[in-house]
């Protein structure tokens, strides 16, 4: 019979070795885990700074549009973010400005993003502001912030006046009840002879389901 001491003795042995090797492991896990949180602690600093400078600014434009523009904050550690809802017979519109950490917790990054269904003309969806957190530079973002909301001002004016929209036939997606000209439907439908135009295939799909069509 073996002798089961020496297998004792190994047994022992192993996990003593791979005890050291997970407490190794975990040490700069631990250490750089703190220095994240450390760092989210000044990136939620310089965040609070960019929505005081953001804030008279997203308020500004909601006053010039009143009722057509529904505001929605949100605010989490690691993410701030504002959204205006416009309420447009034309498409729809949502305007985005948030804040973020870059993947490392170094710098801070301010997002500028515009969304609309149908597009019908070009326009720039996306912007980004970076700076190192807690080394904004605050007159830089007021100028940026000023660019890209005049600049969908400009956008927004142009899409409700521009040749596209005043020379098209209009119809309207009978979910979401917004109208827009009949080329840039996204998406269509035959039944009992008349035809229904829709925004997207999610729209459509929905309009489906309401009327308990059995068509495809």
Partial sequence: MSDVS?????????????????????QPL????TERQKRLQRFEETRDQIRAIARPRV????????????????VSQTRAAVTLDFKSSEAFI??????????????????????????????????????PIG?????????WLDDWIVKFVEFY???HEG?????????????????????????TLEHDGVTYY??????KEDFIKRQGLAVR
């Fill in 157 to 159: 004016v142009r899409m």
């Fill in 6 to 26: 020496k297998l004792l003795d190994r047994i022992d042995g192993t996990i003593a070795t791979a005890r050291e090797k997970v407490r190794q492991q975990q």
């Fill in 135 to 143: 080394n904004l530079k605050q007159a830089e973002l007021e100028a």
């Fill in 59 to 74: 308020e500004a434009l909601a006053q010039k549009f009143g009722a057509q523009v529904e505001v929605s904050p949100r």
């Fill in 30 to 33: 631990l250490s750089d885990y």
């Fill in 163 to 187: 040749e596209a929209y005043g020379r098209s036939d209009y119809v309207e997606d009978p979910v979401v009840n917004v109208k827009f000209p009949k080329f840039a439907a996204g998406a």
């Fill in 198 to 203: 829709f925004l997207d295939e999610r729209t």
């Fill in 94 to 131: 949502t305007l985005t400005f948030s804040v973020v950490p870059d993947q490392e917790v170094q710098n801070v990054v301010v997002e500028y993003d515009l969304d609309v269904m149908p597009v019908l003309m070009m326009f720039e969806s996306h912007a980004e502001y970076r700076a």
